[in-house]
């Protein structure tokens, strides 16, 4: 490849480098976007790991996805077509089952069989949820405010945040400021006494997260879960037709129309500063690229402790950067089936197969897997959210065979017994697949083909640090104007030139595409050139 | 017709007889009501076995408050501060100890960049609590309806955050006050034994008395407010134990003209038309006031003596969410002699003692009162008040008090007799390992688990705090939105214990704080209300 020049490089073609480098082209700039694997997705990504199975081997369901972006950048014409999924199980080990129905009257009956009080709180608890979210889900697709700036930005965003809290009256402020240090199971204390019902919605306040669900700051947590929406219905969870990967190729679709170019295959070894500005990047194979500006779509660990070199970065950069806190805590398996398994006590035709499902009924569970993973070993009996993507999209596999997607917290990066072994990950796998073995009895024998994945695995082929699913853990020490670190939220790296626009921004991790579209808007800021990013619409 | 008496304070706790003295010197006619025989509350010195006495709740005499001290003339009234200032040993079962003071440490195996992070660690962190220290001695702002001394206050934090810190410190501390503890000990301490130590006994402090572990983000916010408590003075164990403090607050309270009457407990707060006319005793007189200042604990004050009727669905409400689990117990042992600990001079028994060898050995401690279990390795804080203070034990004797940051109020199967006796023996057993023969030297002991602190001293949930410490419960939301600036929505009832702002800890700022609140507020309205 000859010597060749781009406005903008962005590193890695996952879901927010593709979402940056669209509205980047979009702007009229050239952009090229650098993969260090053979296909691009990052973590959004599905591939064929097993002869016509389609895997979502990460991500796998989507409803953060901003529709702003869907809609500015032309998505549904690239192919990409969200489908909300059936509710959500939590099995019993007495045999039962507790169910989330779409049908309110459906829903304050299945509640209503473990307890009327609940069932009754049901209303309140959704009204509620929906009207945090909608109160936080506007400074998603913001750039957030330097509480130690004097610029005037800074002090009209300050402005626009207090404006906001203050429009919900002192009461209102006041029950929000509990967010800071509630825990999920406290939140939900709140509502709920059965603690059945209280574990059932409690997975949100964890999934992602080295915290327990007796954990202060998890309500927080499960309020960034809920604040997706699926044509406009917070807290309704879609899946992408034809797997996740869907979305990857859709922006990379409406990238390449903006006349933006991907590389795949060769990944960035180093970014090149000179004389404080980024000169462009040095990549695996021995190319470098130039490039005025450089964007990082790798965590920010990643980002200034091997992409960058320690002589071009403030030392007080390189220690936030190793202070940032990304813990791995969760692990995933995808599995290959025969047939759709039986779940003890849960008819084939009900519409809930569709759903996720849990297999921890009580919050001092989920509770105990947590203190498996402080210990530095997997859970033994982890917090499961498993998936049969394929009865909501039977394109993912051939007819008649289903593809099973279990999410799996906890899952430490590091075990406090010596490095992961491939059996251990064997070991991993078959605590996870035992477990739904005992709520399934012709489970084991369906499985065609089971991938297990560990911190290590994940990181190994997407690169996220630890394999943390939101490059960053979300707690209040690294969100909004500490996210990644405090002086560097803006997008802004410490080099001139230099972005970042992974998850490891704000407003951080799931398949949202916000901080990939906020970095570009501060970009073109900086670029003088006119705002490709539209601004969150609110459609309450 | 003229009332006895101006205002009414229910419970000579520290915080009651604050309040109490500071409306007696402002020439207030104050009656203070104590349940118990004696005042003092949580922290009066008792006889738990025949011939040893020991202090019930707190045991170590450290935050309070140096502007009350001086105010109520606290020396002038038998406060005794001139004993030894106590040091922190982190024991170690073979001897390789860790001594923390202030900003030094010294030890087996400690090096001295280790000695340097330990010092620069609390100076940071020192600084932080001196930001926020203004803001516990006043009453909190409002967020919605600021008044113009509250926006002064804020501005002046904002300022001193700003301009005091710098960018970075100010940035940092953003960052750092609601996160864990066990990270933050992770970014600036160093590892090994000796350092582990250091992070296991801040890792404790930041965790006594709340429901969390070292890994559970709040805690460096606790641990700043622990540190508020350093910046009135030093760790002692006051001679006559923490009763004698007690006394000397009731004796400059008394010398301001309240009346104290012990052993009259109070069964109803009175009210007519939403104004507080007085209150009932359980011996069923009444007696008349237009004040009532209240230092039990905002649930009991609320639901209690007020009664859930009486106030407005939403405030209840909210009053039965206030967390207050209470997580920590007191263990006192009557000893027949000294114990010998490994490795430990006699002199430097008069120490605390810390069973706390790394965060994770508090973190995994705190694991079983998760799920209203014990563990079987507790973290310990101990001292030996009769060291420093040889009345309290027979001669040769000794008593030996522990507070224990994890021991659940309700007890999965029960706290009988064979669970604590369980317990205790775990204990005991646990401190045999570092001073080998003390199982011989226990004469007698007494458990006060979270539920018998409540049978005893009347808070609720068991909670040393009257409410856990945590960012969403403190400042205006502390105890709860309403009743946050010492006043209530009922006309003339106040709050002035540890469920106020600033909360728990032998400060007695919340006391003070409520004195003002009392004397600045007008009687809106009352007297066409209550003719």
Known sequence: MGKQHYDALVIGAGHNGLTNAAFLAKSGLKVLVVEKNPYIGGASVSRELYENWTYSNCSYVCSLFRPEIYRELNLAKHGLQVTPFGGSVTFTRDGNFLGSYPDPEVMYREVARFSKRDANALERYHADTAKWCRLIRPFLMRTPPDPTSFRPKDWRELAFLLKKFHGLGEEQIYEFMRFFTLSVAEFLGDYFESDLVKAHFSGSGIIGTGLGPFSPGTAYVLLHHYMGDVDGNIGTWGIARGGMGAIAKALAGSLREFGGEILTGDGVERILVKDGRVTGVALESGAEISADNVVSNVDAKRTFLKLMDEKDLPAQVIDKARNFKIRGSSGKLNIALDGLPTFTGLSKDNPLYKGDFHFSDSLERIERAYDDWKAGMWSRDPYLDMLIPTLTDPTMAPPGKHMMSVFVQYCPAKLADG???????????????????????????????????????????????????????????????????????????PVKGMYMCGSSTHPGGGVMAAPGANAAREMLADLKRDNTVPEDFGDD | MTKQYDAIVIGGGHNGLVCAAYLGKAGKKVLLLEAADEVGGMARTREFCEGYRVSAGAHILHSLSAQVVKELALLDHGLDRSGHCLETVILDEQGAHVTAGRDSASGEGLSPEEIEAYASFKKKLRSYAELMQPMMRRRPPRVAALGFRDS????????????????????????????????????????????????????????????????????????????????????????????????????????????????????????????????????????????????????????????????????????????????????????????????????????????????????????????????????????????????????????????????????????????????????????????????????????????????????????????????????????????????????????????????????????????????????????????
């Open chain 2, 152 to 531: 002064v206050a804020l501005a002046k934090l904002g300022w001193n955050m700003r301009f005091g810190l710098g960018t970075e410190e100010m940035r940092d501390f953003l960052r750092l006050a609601g996160i864990n503890i066990y990270d933050v000990l992770d970014e600036f301490l160093g590892e090994g034994p000796a350092s582990d130590k250091l992070k296991g006994m801040i890792s404790l402090d930041a965790v006594m008395g709340s429901f969390t572990g070292p890994r559970s983000p709040n805690t460096v916010f606790t641990y700043l407010c622990r540190l508020m408590g350093e910046l009135e003075g030093d760790m002692q164990l006051p001679v006559g134990g923490m009763g004698a403090v007690m006394q000397a607050l009731a004796n400059a309270a008394q010398a301001h003209g309240v009346e104290v009457r012990t052993a009259a407990p109070v069964s109803s707060i009175r009210t007519e038309k939403g104004c507080v006319v007085g209150v009932r005793l359980a011996s069923g007189d009444d007696i008349d006031a237009d004040i009532v200042v209240s230092n039990a604990d905002p649930k009991t004050t609320f639901l209690k003596l007020l009664g859930a009727p009486k106030l407005e669905a939403g405030f209840a409400n909210r009053v039965s969410r206030i967390r207050n689990r209470g997580t920590a117990a007191k263990l006192h042992f009557a000893l027949r002699g000294l114990p010998k600990f490994t490795g430990l001079e006699e002199g430097q028994l008069r120490n605390r003692l810390l069973v706390a060898s790394s965060s994770d050995f508090v973190e995994l401690a705190f694991n079983p009162v998760k799920y209203e279990e014990v563990s079987d390795s507790p973290a310990i804080e101990l001292v030996i008040p009769s060291l420093a203070d040889p009345s309290l034990a027979p001669e040769g004797h000794h008593v030996m008090s522990i507070a224990l940051p994890h021991v659940p109020y309700a007890l999965k199967g029960g706290w009988d007799a064979e669970a604590r006796k369980a317990f205790i023996d775990s204990v005991i057993a646990s401190v045999e390992r570092f001073a080998p023969g003390f199982t011989e030297l226990v004469v007698d002991s007494e458990l006060l688990t979270p539920a018998d602190i409540e049978a005893q001293f009347g808070a609720t949930g068991g909670h040393w705090h009257h409410g856990e410490l945590a960012l969403d419960q403190m400042l205006m939301l502390r105890p709860l939105y309403g009743a946050a600036q010492y006043t209530t929505p009922l006309d003339g009832l106040f709050l002035c214990g540890a469920g106020c702002h600033p909360g728990g800890g032998v400060s007695g700022l919340p006391g003070h704080n409520a004195a003002a609140a009392v004397l600045k507020n007008k009687k809106k309205g009352r007297a066409e209300a209550v003719a």
């Open chain 1, 419 to 493: 490095d992961w072994t491939d059996d251990k990950v064997r070991a991993f796998g078959d605590t996870v697949i035992d477990q739904m073995a005992e709520y399934s009895p012709d489970l084991k024998d369906l499985i065609l083909h089971a991938e297990v994945r560990t911190p290590r695995e994940i990181e190994a082929e997407v690169g996220l640090t630890e394999g943390n699913i939101f490059q960053g853990e979300l707690t209040l020490d690294q969100l909004l104007f500490n996210r990644p670190f405090p002086g560097y939220a803006q997008y802004r790296g």
